[in-house]
């Protein structure tokens, strides 16, 4: 079956970096528009940033210039480099899996578990 698992979460200052990585397993790498979303406490979930196979990628505004989305397509993964970061940056980072781009979740075939972003003040 398709697997998504996120690692990489955590605490940390604002101003500060963290990398997220999503390993897929079970699909068809090439075929899916690789994304990341967010969700804080009682909001509902955003996009934040897609990487299709060809290397062209997307971005919300609030993250142009501070994230970088990126896919190795041998290995099946997808990451999130996230910079400077800021308060507003916290919550649930999801990796998702669709056959095209849409900043709408309901779009999207196949979801990882989450992991925890919290930056502090």
């Known amino acids: 079956q398709v697997q998504l698992v996120e690692s990489g979460g955590g605490l940390v200052q604002a101003g500060g970096s963290l990398r997220l990585s999503c390993a897929a397993s079970?699909?068809?790498?090439?075929?899916?528009?690789m994304t990341w979303f967010r969700q804080a406490p009682g909001k509902e979930r955003e996009f934040v940033a897609a990487?299709?196979?060809?290397?062209?990628?997307v971005y919300v505004d609030s993250v142009k210039g501070r994230f970088t989305v990126s896919r190795d397509n041998a290995k099946n993964a997808v990451y999130l480099q996230m910079g400077s970061l800021k308060p507003e940056d916290t919550g649930v980072y999801y990796c998702?899996?669709?056959?095209?781009?849409?900043?709408?979740?309901?779009?999207?075939?196949?979801w990882g578990q989450g992991t925890q972003v919290t930056v502090s003040s």
């Open positions: 079970g699909l068809t790498f090439r075929a899916y528009t």
């Open positions: 990487a299709f196979w060809t290397g062209g990628t």
């Open positions: 998702a899996a669709g056959k095209r781009l849409s900043t709408t979740s309901a779009t999207y075939d196949y």
